[in-house]
T-cell receptor, first 116, second 111 residues
Framework: GAGVSQSPRYKVAKRGQDVALRCDPISGHVSLFWYQQALGQGPEFLTYFQNEAQLDKSGLPSDRFFAERPEGSVSTLKIQRTQQEDSAVYLC??????????????FGPGTRLLVL | SQQGEEDPQALSIQEGENATMNCSYKTSINNLQWYRQNSGRGLVHLILIRSNEREKHSGRLRVTLDTSKKSSSLLITASRAADTASYFCATDNQAGTALIFGKGTTLSVSS
């Protein structure tokens, strides 16, 4: 079946604008993750959902970042009042339930955000 | 903060040679995974090794894990130009809710 998809693939925002990034996980995947990847760095964890419950949001860098997954499938990462330091690639990943026999996270292609 | 540190940061080799990348981590783990990322793309899972395993193979990939030294290595044998990518090791966080990635090794294989 289809993999994880993300939209938009590229987003240019003026500083101070709000942006919304969408993630469509693999059908049937209970767990969903958001990561932020700065240029030349590895991905850094932002937040984790199991179904619609946000179980860990310890990686969100500020209260300008908000994520939701209201029906336990599609997720949206919202960044309010964007700043230049928010420029990065935002990766979404999904997996079967943690602790199960399959723990691989499947990543989407990412949304590249540039804040001017 | 990032848990793993890959070494070297960059590696350039010729097709047919073997490529070895190392990863060190800080805290105890349940498993360690290696991912690959082509430029401008998402990450692709390569292999997972559990904390009670010492070595694992998958095709041209060989992964070792030494929990006493908190280190892992990824060996790609008979490299191809298509192996050119960045390679990341990742461990689970203590809560078991996310992966913690290193900064990656950029591998360049020239033909």
């Amino acid at each position: 079946g289809a993999g994880v998809s993300q939209s938009p693939r590229y987003k240019v925002a003026k500083r101070g604008q709000d942006v919304a990034l969408r993630c469509d996980p693999i059908s049937g995947h209970v767990s969903l993750f958001w990561y932020q990847q700065a240029l030349g760095q590895g991905p850094e964890f932002l937040t984790y959902f199991q179904n619609e419950a946000q179980l860990d949001k310890s990686g969100l860098p500020s209260d300008r970042f908000f994520a939701e997954r209201p029906e336990g499938s599609v997720s949206t990462l919202k960044i309010q009042r964007t700043q230049q330091e928010d420029s990065a690639v935002y990766l979404c990943a999904s997996s079967l339930p943690l602790g199960g026999p399959e723990e691989t996270q499947y990543f989407g292609p990412g949304t590249r955000l540039l804040v001017l | 903060s990032q848990q793993g540190e890959e070494d070297p940061q960059a590696l350039s080799i010729q097709e047919g040679e073997n490529a070895t990348m190392n990863c060190s981590y800080k805290t105890s783990i349940n498993n360690l995974q290696w991912y690959r990322q082509n430029s401008g793309r998402g990450l692709v899972h390569l292999i997972l090794i559990r904390s009670n395993e010492r070595e694992k193979h998958s095709g041209r990939l060989r992964v070792t894990l030494d929990t006493s030294k908190k280190s892992s290595s990824l060996l790609i044998t008979a490299s191809r130009a298509a192996d050119t990518a960045s390679y990341f090791c990742a461990t689970d966080n203590q809560a078991g809710t996310a992966l913690i990635f290193g900064k990656g090794t950029t591998l360049s294989v020239s033909s």
